[in-house]
């Protein structure tokens, strides 16, 4: 059974990176052909996907979002990270990890539990 857990600060100041972290359990972030996402959903809003690393370590990155975003990963410690900078209020936020089959969507079979940012002053 994969799991999946974020972990990070629940508030951010404006204009700062925001930096979260998956930890990947019952799997290998490095196993064919899993794409490792972020994804987030304001509040009132519908999923968000914001990028993705693959099995391979290319990454992916939502167009809107691609100028702030940067995915990286420890294969030593099966761990991705998603960095988020210049954030403001508008990125307030659940942020989730996810691990799916397919780049660029919200579909995927293991999820995180989700973990709340905040931006705020």
């Known amino acids: 059974q994969v799991q999946l857990q974020e972990s990070g600060p629940g508030l951010v100041k404006p204009s700062q990176t925001l930096s979260l972290t998956c930890t990947v359990s019952?799997?290998?972030?490095?196993?064919?052909?899993?794409?490792w996402s972020w994804i987030r959903q304001p509040p009132g809003k519908g999923l968000e996907w914001m990028g993705a690393?693959?099995?391979?370590?290319?990454?992916y990155y939502s167009p809107s979002l691609k100028s702030r975003t940067s995915i990286s990963r420890d294969t030593s410690k099966n761990q991705f990270t998603l960095q988020l900078s210049s954030v403001t209020p508008e990125d307030t936020a659940v942020y989730y990890c996810a691990r799916a089959v397919v780049a660029g969507t919200t579909i995927a079979d293991y999820w995180g539990q989700g973990t709340q940012v905040t931006v705020s002053s």
């Open positions: 019952g799997g290998s972030i490095t196993t064919n052909y899993y794409y």
């Open positions: 690393i693959a099995y391979s370590g290319s990454t």
